[in-house]
């Protein structure tokens, strides 16, 4: 969904879009000041016991760390998931060798001490295609990022997938003979024609396949989203009644939402806002699975509320964006949101 009227790209002012201004996207160079470090000094001293309880259970198992003997310096616009990816090892793992959080922000000349690089096993250097399987689930099956994959395979920014295909899990010397394969003639649309007014082709177009994708699979019928929209908030230490609320605000625990911008699903997750999320739950997350997608919302709400100023600023910040709400105020769409998310939660309580 995009806020009308705002300054920022309609593609970036989407639900979910908070995780955008708070973490630079390592495809991007609009770097993003870090104004997180100043927090991270008692937290991390205290981390075993009072880290944030809404990414416990989300994290993967423990991961051994030996130094590699490698340093990297870190560039404007380079995450910590960017900087694992690119060179062959985990979040987790480089998280804990430079002792801090797998969700902080780098900034630009941080120095970060590198793992032993983590090969993957040369008896399994491809994977064939599976009916239900997406490019990012794929990735995270196999313990890489999606931009390794598009790189392994010569794909581009939206490549579709078929089945059967056979998609490399490293990048080879010998450049891949992958013929794309041709996307479905009969892709939905996504929104209105003045709805997509300043989105970008691409963006368009992915948010298409993302539909057409969603709309060929099972999905729970409303009232069973909601229920495991609540069972991951336990699971995750989160106000279920609050991501609840957010979930029928969004999608009304539809799962084959898809917006213009393409926010994905039922807690509307835009693919870049998605690998932020991966970044603090150490994991790559397929946010056309609706538990993954269900987690990412869930964690960067809670991300949001440590942040904000308020409860009602970090919900306004997941719909519009943390930095356009601080710079700009709170559009009339995002004051209806947060009202609607309130008095659905007030609902929520009440029948409990």
Do not use: C
């Amino acid at each position: 969904m995009t806020a009308p009227g705002s300054t920022a790209s309609a593609d970036d002012r989407s639900p979910a879009a908070a995780a955008e201004s708070a973490v630079p996207d390592d495809q991007s160079d609009d770097g993003v000041e870090d104004t997180s470090d100043r927090r991270y000094a008692d937290e991390e001293a205290a981390a075993s016991s009072t880290g944030p309880q809404w990414i416990s259970g989300t994290a993967s198992a423990t991961v051994p760390v030996t130094h590699g003997g490698r340093t990297y310096k870190v560039k404007q616009g380079d995450t910590l998931y960017g900087v694992a990816s690119k060179h062959g090892v985990s979040v987790p793992a480089l998280a804990e060798l430079n002792r801090i959080s797998p969700r902080q922000n780098l900034h630009r000349g941080q120095v970060l001490s590198l793992p032993e690089k983590n090969d993957l096993p040369d008896d399994d250097p491809s994977h064939v295609v599976a009916p239900g399987d997406t490019l990012q689930g794929i990735a995270a099956r196999h313990g890489i990022s999606p931009a390794i994959l598009r790189q392994a395979n010569a794909m581009g920014d939206d490549s579709f997938i078929t089945v059967g295909e056979l998609l490399l899990l490293r990048p080879s010397k010998a450049r891949p003979r992958r013929t794309p394969a041709e996307p479905p003639s009969d892709v939905p649309r996504v929104a209105a024609s003045a709805q997509v007014e300043g989105i970008r082709p691409s963006v368009l177009h992915a948010a298409r396949l993302n539909k057409y994708t969603l709309l060929h699979r099972r999905h729970p019928a409303p009232a069973q989203a909601k229920l495991l929209v609540a069972s991951l908030a336990v699971e995750l230490g989160a106000d279920s009644a609050l991501m609840q609320a957010v979930a029928a605000a969004e999608s009304g625990f539809q799962h084959t939402t898809v917006s213009a911008g393409n926010a994905i699903g039922i807690m509307q997750i835009t693919p870049r806002s998605g690998r932020w999320a991966s970044d603090i739950v150490g994991r790559g997350l397929d946010l056309l699975d609706i538990e993954d997608n269900i987690v990412a919302g869930t964690v960067i709400l809670g991300w949001l509320i440590e942040t904000a100023e308020s409860e009602n600023e970090a919900i306004a910040g997941y719909y519009q964006d943390l930095r356009s709400v601080r710079a700009d105020g709170l559009l009339p769409e995002t004051k209806a949101f947060v009202r609607a998310v309130q008095l659905q939660r007030a609902r929520l309580e009440e029948a409990l």
